[in-house]
T-cell receptor, first 112, second 114 residues
Protein backbone atom coordinates (compact mmCIF):
# COMPACT_ATOMS: atom_id res chain seq x y z
CA UNK A 1 0.00 0.00 0.00
CA UNK A 2 2.04 2.90 -1.33
CA UNK A 3 0.54 5.98 0.34
CA UNK A 4 3.08 8.38 -1.17
CA UNK A 5 3.85 8.01 -4.84
CA UNK A 6 6.44 9.51 -7.09
CA UNK A 7 5.47 8.27 -10.51
CA UNK A 8 8.46 9.61 -12.41
CA UNK A 9 11.54 7.56 -11.61
CA UNK A 10 13.80 10.00 -13.44
CA UNK A 11 13.93 13.52 -14.83
CA UNK A 12 16.51 15.23 -16.99
CA UNK A 13 16.74 19.03 -17.12
CA UNK A 14 19.14 21.49 -18.67
CA UNK A 15 21.15 23.74 -16.38
CA UNK A 16 19.40 27.06 -15.77
CA UNK A 17 15.93 25.70 -16.54
CA UNK A 18 13.21 24.78 -14.04
CA UNK A 19 13.00 21.30 -12.52
CA UNK A 20 9.56 20.16 -11.40
CA UNK A 21 9.29 17.03 -9.29
CA UNK A 22 5.88 15.63 -8.50
CA UNK A 23 4.42 13.64 -5.65
CA UNK A 24 0.92 12.23 -5.05
CA UNK A 25 -0.53 10.87 -1.84
CA UNK A 26 -3.61 8.91 -0.94
CA UNK A 27 -4.13 9.60 2.76
CA UNK A 28 -6.07 12.84 3.25
CA UNK A 29 -5.05 12.85 6.92
CA UNK A 30 -1.42 13.67 6.13
CA UNK A 31 -0.75 17.15 7.45
CA UNK A 32 2.94 17.73 6.89
CA UNK A 33 5.05 17.15 3.80
CA UNK A 34 8.79 17.23 3.24
CA UNK A 35 11.29 16.95 0.41
CA UNK A 36 14.67 15.34 0.87
CA UNK A 37 17.62 15.15 -1.50
CA UNK A 38 19.91 12.14 -1.50
CA UNK A 39 23.32 11.64 -3.07
CA UNK A 40 24.71 8.12 -3.57
CA UNK A 41 26.18 6.57 -0.41
CA UNK A 42 24.87 9.42 1.74
CA UNK A 43 21.83 9.92 3.91
CA UNK A 44 18.84 12.01 2.84
CA UNK A 45 19.27 15.75 3.36
CA UNK A 46 16.25 17.83 4.35
CA UNK A 47 15.38 20.44 1.73
CA UNK A 48 12.04 22.05 2.41
CA UNK A 49 8.70 21.29 4.04
CA UNK A 50 5.13 22.48 4.02
CA UNK A 51 2.23 22.23 6.43
CA UNK A 52 -1.19 21.25 5.13
CA UNK A 53 -2.55 24.64 6.15
CA UNK A 54 -0.43 26.28 3.45
CA UNK A 55 -0.32 25.90 -0.30
CA UNK A 56 3.16 27.23 -0.96
CA UNK A 57 6.50 27.49 0.77
CA UNK A 58 9.62 29.00 -0.72
CA UNK A 59 13.27 28.81 0.27
CA UNK A 60 15.76 30.27 -2.17
CA UNK A 61 15.71 28.29 -5.40
CA UNK A 62 13.29 25.72 -3.94
CA UNK A 63 9.52 26.10 -3.81
CA UNK A 64 7.02 23.48 -2.72
CA UNK A 65 3.38 23.67 -3.81
CA UNK A 66 0.59 21.74 -2.14
CA UNK A 67 -2.79 21.01 -3.75
CA UNK A 68 -4.85 19.29 -1.07
CA UNK A 69 -7.92 18.73 -3.22
CA UNK A 70 -5.80 16.84 -5.73
CA UNK A 71 -3.60 15.25 -3.02
CA UNK A 72 -0.61 16.45 -4.97
CA UNK A 73 2.55 18.33 -4.19
CA UNK A 74 5.43 19.43 -6.30
CA UNK A 75 8.93 20.75 -5.82
CA UNK A 76 10.20 23.44 -8.16
CA UNK A 77 13.90 24.14 -8.47
CA UNK A 78 14.82 27.24 -10.40
CA UNK A 79 17.34 27.76 -11.81
CA UNK A 80 18.55 24.16 -11.84
CA UNK A 81 22.24 23.56 -11.28
CA UNK A 82 24.43 20.51 -11.94
CA UNK A 83 24.89 20.10 -8.17
CA UNK A 84 21.15 19.50 -7.90
CA UNK A 85 21.61 16.12 -9.61
CA UNK A 86 20.48 13.62 -6.99
CA UNK A 87 17.51 11.48 -5.98
CA UNK A 88 14.64 13.47 -4.51
CA UNK A 89 12.25 11.90 -2.03
CA UNK A 90 8.86 13.20 -1.06
CA UNK A 91 7.69 12.31 2.47
CA UNK A 92 4.53 12.81 4.48
CA UNK A 93 3.53 12.54 8.11
CA UNK A 94 0.48 12.55 10.35
CA UNK A 95 0.30 14.92 13.30
CA UNK A 96 -0.37 12.16 15.77
CA UNK A 97 2.53 10.00 14.63
CA UNK A 98 6.16 10.77 14.09
CA UNK A 99 7.08 8.44 11.29
CA UNK A 100 7.68 9.70 7.78
CA UNK A 101 6.13 7.89 4.83
CA UNK A 102 8.44 8.15 1.84
CA UNK A 103 7.87 7.94 -1.88
CA UNK A 104 10.17 5.85 -4.04
CA UNK A 105 12.16 8.82 -5.28
CA UNK A 106 12.85 10.66 -8.53
CA UNK A 107 16.36 10.78 -9.93
CA UNK A 108 17.08 14.29 -11.23
CA UNK A 109 19.90 14.86 -13.66
CA UNK A 110 20.86 18.43 -14.53
CA UNK A 111 23.05 18.62 -17.60
CA UNK A 112 25.09 21.60 -18.86
CA UNK B 1 28.30 20.73 15.31
CA UNK B 2 28.25 17.07 14.35
CA UNK B 3 25.27 15.67 12.54
CA UNK B 4 23.72 12.26 13.06
CA UNK B 5 26.54 9.74 13.32
CA UNK B 6 26.09 6.15 12.25
CA UNK B 7 28.59 3.34 12.44
CA UNK B 8 29.74 1.24 10.91
CA UNK B 9 29.21 2.61 7.41
CA UNK B 10 29.49 -0.85 5.93
CA UNK B 11 28.84 -4.15 7.65
CA UNK B 12 29.24 -7.61 6.18
CA UNK B 13 27.72 -10.58 7.96
CA UNK B 14 27.20 -14.22 7.10
CA UNK B 15 23.78 -15.77 7.37
CA UNK B 16 22.94 -16.56 10.98
CA UNK B 17 25.25 -13.95 12.51
CA UNK B 18 24.15 -10.89 14.45
CA UNK B 19 24.34 -7.32 13.16
CA UNK B 20 24.55 -4.29 15.46
CA UNK B 21 24.06 -0.84 14.00
CA UNK B 22 24.77 2.26 16.04
CA UNK B 23 23.37 5.76 15.85
CA UNK B 24 24.27 8.89 17.80
CA UNK B 25 21.69 11.65 17.30
CA UNK B 26 22.50 15.30 16.74
CA UNK B 27 23.33 17.23 19.87
CA UNK B 28 20.16 18.34 21.58
CA UNK B 29 17.95 15.85 19.77
CA UNK B 30 15.97 13.47 21.91
CA UNK B 31 14.09 11.54 19.24
CA UNK B 32 15.61 8.77 17.13
CA UNK B 33 14.11 6.98 14.15
CA UNK B 34 15.33 4.00 12.14
CA UNK B 35 14.47 3.45 8.47
CA UNK B 36 15.42 0.74 6.00
CA UNK B 37 15.94 1.22 2.30
CA UNK B 38 15.91 -1.77 -0.01
CA UNK B 39 17.45 -1.40 -3.50
CA UNK B 40 15.39 0.81 -5.82
CA UNK B 41 12.86 1.57 -3.08
CA UNK B 42 12.09 4.45 -0.76
CA UNK B 43 12.87 4.51 2.92
CA UNK B 44 10.56 2.46 5.14
CA UNK B 45 9.96 3.40 8.75
CA UNK B 46 11.00 0.79 11.31
CA UNK B 47 10.99 2.25 14.83
CA UNK B 48 10.84 5.51 16.79
CA UNK B 49 12.55 5.83 20.16
CA UNK B 50 13.13 8.35 22.87
CA UNK B 51 15.62 7.85 25.68
CA UNK B 52 14.86 4.48 27.33
CA UNK B 53 11.50 4.22 25.55
CA UNK B 54 10.23 2.66 22.35
CA UNK B 55 7.44 4.92 21.15
CA UNK B 56 6.44 3.27 17.87
CA UNK B 57 7.78 -0.01 16.51
CA UNK B 58 5.02 -0.61 14.01
CA UNK B 59 7.49 -0.95 11.11
CA UNK B 60 9.79 -3.39 12.82
CA UNK B 61 9.67 -7.07 11.83
CA UNK B 62 8.28 -9.08 14.72
CA UNK B 63 11.18 -11.48 14.92
CA UNK B 64 14.96 -11.05 15.01
CA UNK B 65 14.88 -7.23 15.09
CA UNK B 66 15.16 -5.08 18.19
CA UNK B 67 16.10 -1.50 18.99
CA UNK B 68 17.09 0.46 22.04
CA UNK B 69 18.06 3.99 22.98
CA UNK B 70 19.64 3.81 26.43
CA UNK B 71 19.99 6.69 28.85
CA UNK B 72 23.69 6.86 28.00
CA UNK B 73 25.20 6.02 24.65
CA UNK B 74 23.96 5.58 21.11
CA UNK B 75 20.81 3.99 19.83
CA UNK B 76 21.34 0.39 18.69
CA UNK B 77 19.46 -1.52 16.02
CA UNK B 78 20.09 -5.20 16.46
CA UNK B 79 19.36 -7.90 13.91
CA UNK B 80 19.77 -11.46 15.09
CA UNK B 81 20.35 -14.45 12.80
CA UNK B 82 20.60 -12.31 9.69
CA UNK B 83 19.28 -13.58 6.37
CA UNK B 84 20.06 -12.40 2.84
CA UNK B 85 16.83 -10.42 2.73
CA UNK B 86 18.15 -8.19 5.52
CA UNK B 87 20.71 -6.74 3.10
CA UNK B 88 19.81 -3.08 2.82
CA UNK B 89 20.81 0.42 3.81
CA UNK B 90 19.72 1.29 7.34
CA UNK B 91 19.31 4.97 8.11
CA UNK B 92 18.97 6.63 11.45
CA UNK B 93 17.39 10.06 11.87
CA UNK B 94 16.93 12.39 14.80
CA UNK B 95 14.79 15.38 15.56
CA UNK B 96 14.51 17.98 18.31
CA UNK B 97 11.48 17.89 20.56
CA UNK B 98 9.98 21.09 19.18
CA UNK B 99 10.40 20.21 15.49
CA UNK B 100 9.52 16.57 15.46
CA UNK B 101 8.35 16.56 11.87
CA UNK B 102 11.75 17.49 10.45
CA UNK B 103 14.11 14.57 10.75
CA UNK B 104 17.83 14.78 10.07
CA UNK B 105 19.48 11.69 8.70
CA UNK B 106 22.81 10.00 9.14
CA UNK B 107 24.84 8.61 6.26
CA UNK B 108 23.49 5.11 6.85
CA UNK B 109 24.89 1.65 7.41
CA UNK B 110 24.99 -0.65 4.43
CA UNK B 111 24.46 -4.20 5.57
CA UNK B 112 25.46 -7.03 3.26
CA UNK B 113 24.55 -10.57 4.23
CA UNK B 114 26.57 -13.27 2.47
Amino acid sequence: DQQVKQNSPSLSVQEGRISILNCDYTNSMFDYFLWYKKYPAEGPTFLISISSIKDKNEDGRFTVFLNKSAKHLSLHIVPSQPGDSAVYFCAASLDNTDKLIFGTGTRLQVFP
Amino acid sequence: NAGVMQNPRHLVRRRGQEARLRCSPMKGHSHVYWYRQLPEEGLKFMVYLQKENIIDESGMPKERFSAEFPKEGPSILRIQQVVRGDSAAYFCASSPWRERNIQYFGAGTRLSVL
